[in-house]
């Protein structure tokens, strides 16, 4: 889906999995508190993991002139009976200078239109202090439910994650 001249969000092929690779551990590394995984913990996953990654999931990008991964965020869905129901959206970042002009926005619109053909809802957590993506989501209709306090530790320092849902139908 074209964004216009420079950008276009599109799901991102496994021959992709060294851009993925790349800018999923430039987010971890940059940004540690908004994601519940670590730089560490997925530095050392081979090329292999991140390959089937995203030959197995919907996992999306914004690309610049077709070829530049800037933006990324993925859609889980349960393959469990009785959760079904939900998608989380996970593993959404943004290079730092190609924010600010609708990108995520147009990623997380992709996100629930893929969402609204397998499942009913889409749940996410956000460090709570990131106020820019809870704005993003409330704009888009998602909806705070709770706070996890202390959800995350990064060395001696805890961060709080809110709770944020979207229904689909």
Partial sequence: MP??????VKRIPPSDADLYKELRLEGLKDTPEAFGA??????????????TLLENHDVFGVYRNTDTLVGIAALALSPKEKLKHKGTLWGMYIKPEARGNGLAKQLVLQIIKIAKETTEEILLTVVASNVSAIT?????GFIEYGTEPRALKIKDRYYDEVLM????T
């Fill in 3 to 8: 964004i216009n001249n420079d950008y276009t």
């Fill in 38 to 51: 670590s730089y560490r913990d997925e530095s050392t996953n081979a090329r292999s993991y991140y390959y």
């Fill in 136 to 140: 993003l989501y409330k704009k888009l």
């Fill in 165 to 168: 849902r979207l229904p689909l």
